[in-house]
């Protein structure tokens, strides 16, 4: 009989703050918690807008086994070389000749594991195919090669979307998590064996707004308009964020959810179980 899998999820990954969280944090947590394999959002990890070369071998040699992506993707076009070459997945409906790809196999401890990385269309202003219909394709596939460990990265704006993205393959995947919002949502359980959250939340800086300084954005919000661009808020509280998902053949028997803000870890949540 094969060993059960504890799967770490880490959210969006925000500027230095966020790396910083990380690479002090992780290797701990996976000690602890007998994490076997990691998979995180980084498409924010590099000032906040996209992912560099440099910062991208930062993460992978931190503990992070794969990394997701999202709309800033390709904010720094030199990640795209490292696409086809290392762990670093862009989301699956993106048009077909876009580089990268949003599906990564492998195998952890013996079992086949597939991560997809996806994205929602609401306030995406990028050009993307329906995501509903590449998800379902990207399950039967899977199913035909009989991988039931399927870990998904829903990253977009509106909760409702990743609802009907669970509601439609929930008992089919083992997971399926939202990214993009930065603000973590206390809605994680397991139905039908497959685990589901909002939002996991950022690592980064947790004060201001989504791990940035508040000033332009407020200033935004109140004029109309604002000089200068967005900012990694780098000084003030910041926070580590993690789920932990225990697979068995696919199913997710539990969850729970690691909180650490400045130097103090706080008590874990788990997640709760919905009947079917």
């Known amino acids: 009989m094969s060993a ?15 790396r910083k969280m990380v690479i002090n944090n992780l290797a701990h947590f996976k000690e602890k918690y007998n994490i076997d394999f990691v998979v995180a959002n980084s498409e924010n990890a590099s000032g906040g807008f996209g992912l560099s070369k440099k910062n991208a071998n930062e993460l992978l040699s931190s503990g992070i086994d794969v990394i997701t992506g999202g709309n800033h ?12 070459i290392m762990p670093i997945l862009r989301p699956l409906n993106f048009p077909q000749n876009t580089p990268g790809k949003g599906i990564y196999y492998t195998k952890v401890k013996g079992e086949e594991v597939a991560i997809i990385n996806a994205m929602g269309h609401y306030g995406i202003n990028i050009n993307l195919d329906n995501v509903y219909h590449k998800l379902e394709e990207s399950i039967i596939f899977l199913q035909h090669k009989n991988i039931s460990n399927i870990i998904i990265d829903f990253h977009a704006e509106a909760s409702s979307e990743k609802r009907i993205a669970f509601c439609q393959l929930r008992g089919r995947i083992s997971a399926l998590y939202g990214t993009h919002t930065h603000i973590g949502s206390d809605d994680f359980h397991i139905q039908n064996d497959s685990f589901y959250v909002s939002d996991i939340g950022l690592c980064g800086a947790y004060d201001g707004v989504i791990g940035m300084d508040y000033k332009i954005p407020l200033q935004k919000a109140m004029q109309g308009y604002g000089k200068g661009r967005y900012e990694v808020l780098e000084n003030g509280n910041n ?28 008590e874990n949540i788990q997640a709760i179980k919905l009947e079917s």
């Open 4 to 18: 059960k899998l504890r799967i770490g999820v880490i959210g969006d990954i925000v500027g230095n703050v966020g």
């Open 73 to 84: 993707s390709f904010d720094k076009l030199e990640i795209v070389e490292l696409m086809d």
């Open 239 to 266: 926070i580590f964020q993690m789920i932990v998902l225990e697979l068995d053949h696919g199913k997710c028997k539990s969850a729970f959810k690691i909180k650490k803000i400045n130097d103090k870890e706080l």
